[in-house]
Antibody
Framework: EVQLVESGGGLVKPGGSLRLSCAAS????????MSWVRQAPGKGLEWVGR??????????DYAAPVKGRFTISRDDSENTLYLQMNSLKTEDTAVYYC?????????WGQGTLVSVSS | DIVMTQSPDSLAVSLGERATINCKSS????????????LAWYQQKSGQPPKLLIY???TRESGVPDRFSGSGSGTDFTLTISSLQAEDVAVYYC?????????FGPGTKVDIK
């Protein structure tokens, strides 16, 4: 059974940083492209970015609103995905989900809430 | 970026009646080399993460009731709930995965009339 457990969310001031983690199990993490998707309170879904598997180059791709501020990385030895978020803005407030990326998103965890407020 | 729009914003349907949600992409999401539409549908109930219903525009995810169906091609797509049940009350999103940035529609809220 695929399990995705996001953690690391919390309250942070504008301009601050936060690192989210996602512990994955139930599938071959190292072979899997992974994405982050977020959802602001009461709003719709927004793709944040993705990282390819190392065998496919391990490259990353980001949505324009987060490019240059967010960094996705992975530790295949620990089956863990990361999202480093810097220069946070109030509009980054959202629940963040990590998801195996098949283009479509088949498996979702419960997400972790990031609140950016002074 | 491919912009996804949905209509209506919300709809209320009687139990057992049909619900139809439309999704339109600003450019085609049909990949000619494999004749596949890179379009998915999700259901999100209150307080829960989204759930995948349909991918490749019309392929039902395992375990999804057959009252849910997807159709369309190119830029115009439809999610149909053939006989609305109480447990179908949710917000429904379409998503294109033809190219990054992947983009979602704004959602359609479905309620019971």
């Amino acid at each position: 059974e695929v399990q995705l457990v996001e953690s690391g969310g919390g309250l942070v001031k504008p301009g601050g940083s936060l690192r989210l983690s996602c512990a994955a199990s139930g599938f071959t993490f190292s072979n899997t492209w992974m994405s982050w998707v977020r959802q602001a309170p009461g709003k719709g879904l927004e793709w944040v970015g993705r990282i390819k598997s190392e065998t496919d180059g391990g490259t990353t791709d980001y949505a324009a609103p987060v490019k240059g501020r967010f960094t996705i990385s992975r530790d295949d030895s620990e089956n863990t995905l990361y999202l480093q978020m810097n220069s946070l803005k109030t509009e980054d407030t959202a629940v963040y989900y990590c998801i195996p990326d098949r283009g479509y998103f088949q498996h979702w965890g419960q997400g972790t809430l990031v609140s950016v407020s002074s | 970026d491919i912009v996804m729009t949905q209509s209506p914003d919300s709809l209320a349907v009687s139990l057992g009646e049909r619900a139809t949600i439309n999704c339109k992409s600003s450019q085609s999401v049909l990949y000619s080399s494999n004749d596949q539409n890179y379009l998915a549908w999700y259901q999100q109930k209150s307080g829960q993460p989204p759930k995948l219903l349909i991918y490749w525009a019309s392929t039902r995810e395992s375990g999804v009731p057959d009252r849910f169906s997807g159709s369309g091609s190119g830029t115009d797509f439809t999610l149909t709930i053939s006989s609305l049940q109480a447990e179908d009350v949710a917000v429904y999103y379409c998503q294109q995965y033809y190219t990054t940035p992947f983009t979602f529609g704004p959602g359609t809220k479905v309620d019971i009339k």
